[in-house]
């Protein structure tokens, strides 16, 4: 068991521009494989639809990170605790990339609802595994690989 310590907020906003380059590539293609599987396939409205979740998911992912950190501190983490992170952040995220696709294509139709649901399964698995690799990550390693010691 890993015990939960205390994050840094450059650890939490590097934490969030990983998991977002991750999401926002399986939003890309999980956009098109909808989109051309209903016969509208469109790569613009693919990478709009991906750009405006990065942007705005970053900040609402920042904020959850924050909230679970003040909740799980100091306490040893568990793989159910871990779950629960997971399907917390997938209610947020999936019922945003709705919101956000059915806006950007028009319609808040099946092809929205197909969208999210996809999204649903594919992000719970990656959410999940960036989650346990970067409690595996020690703090500070990275605030200590970019500073210059003095001999």
Known sequence: MTKYKTESHLRSLIKG???R?????????IVLLITCITGNCNIDQAIKIGF?????????YYLHERVWQQRLLNKTITQKQIFQK????RLIATTM????SGTILNTFNEIALSIA??????KFALYYLHER???KLPL???RQSFSFKKK
């Open 17 to 19: 521009i990983t998991w």
């Open 133 to 135: 690799l970067w409690l």
């Open 117 to 122: 649901g996809l999204e649903l399964f594919t």
């Open 21 to 29: 380059i991750i999401a926002t590539t399986d939003t890309i293609l």
């Open 52 to 60: 405006v979740e990065f942007a705005l998911k970053l900040i609402v």
């Open 140 to 142: 500070g390693r990275i």
């Open 86 to 89: 997971t399907v917390s952040w």
């Open 97 to 100: 990339t709705f919101i956000i």
